[in-house]
């Protein structure tokens, strides 16, 4: 099993609200990355890091912003929520380029509503 | 990002052997093709990666002809618990990037 924790599963939130969706992993990887995801779709890639004090942005546009301080944290922010914003939210790290592998570990995703 | 086609859907009932096939007809050579399954409410989870030729594993097998313009996922005797949205990708697995285009996946349903 993937180590690899977000929190919290499922926020319900009014409009306006700043929320923060957490994401660690213990695996020790350097690459994590935010996916976004709404029923039956594709996933999204919004934002990645290759390591500490490295972020970029993904391929589908987003409001929310992200900070890489340690390794193993990865939290995406939302300073204010709005309706537009509701989606699954999953989080997922991977190795060092050149392991030989693309596999990417998953976490079990956050599910925001905001009314 | 390299691009696949795959089936939106396939149905199949317990016991069945499964074929999904997926065109990647942009595959650059250092890409290598990885298939992820997706149940529910619950992130994706790797199941398979190979370059060419044939690759398996406990779970699945995968099929890329010579030309690696296209591969199969094949699933020996699905079972209900198969039942998932599957993801065929290509990606440098060397890249400093790392990064992976899902398109929107096969719903797979077995059916008892």
């Known amino acids: 099993e993937a180590d690899i924790y977000q929190t919290p599963r499922y926020l319900v939130i009014g409009t306006g609200k700043k929320i923060t969706l957490e994401c660690s992993q213990t695996?020790?990887?350097?690459?994590m990355y935010w996916y976004q995801q709404d029923p039956g779709m594709e996933l999204h890639l919004i934002h990645y890091?290759?390591?500490?004090?490295?972020?970029e942005k993904g391929d589908l546009s987003s409001e929310s912003t992200v900070s890489r301080i340690r390794t193993e944290h990865f939290p995406l922010t939302l300073e204010s929520a709005r309706p537009s914003h509701t989606s699954q939210y999953l989080c997922?790290?991977?190795?060092?380029?050149?392991?030989?592998?693309?596999?990417?570990?998953f976490g079990p995703g956050t599910r925001l509503t905001v009314l | 990002l390299a691009k696949t086609t795959q089936p939106i859907s396939m149905d199949s009932y317990e016991g069945q052997e499964v074929n999904i096939t997926c065109s990647h007809n942009n595959i650059a050579t250092n890409d290598y093709i990885t298939w992820y399954q997706q149940f529910p409410s619950q992130g994706p989870r790797f199941i398979i990666q190979?370059?060419?030729t044939k690759v398996t594993n406990e779970v699945a097998s995968l099929f890329i002809p010579a030309d690696r313009k296209s591969s199969t996922l094949s699933l020996p005797r699905v079972s209900l618990s198969d039942t998932a949205v599957y993801y065929c990708l290509v990606g440098d697995r060397g890249s400093t990037l790392g990064r992976l285009y899902f398109g929107r996946g096969t719903q797979l349903t077995v059916w008892p």
């Open positions: 997922a790290s991977s190795e060092i380029a050149g392991k030989g592998s693309n596999e990417q570990f």
């Open positions: 190979g370059y060419k």
């Open positions: 890091s290759y390591g500490v004090n490295s972020t």
């Open positions: 695996m020790g990887h350097d690459k």
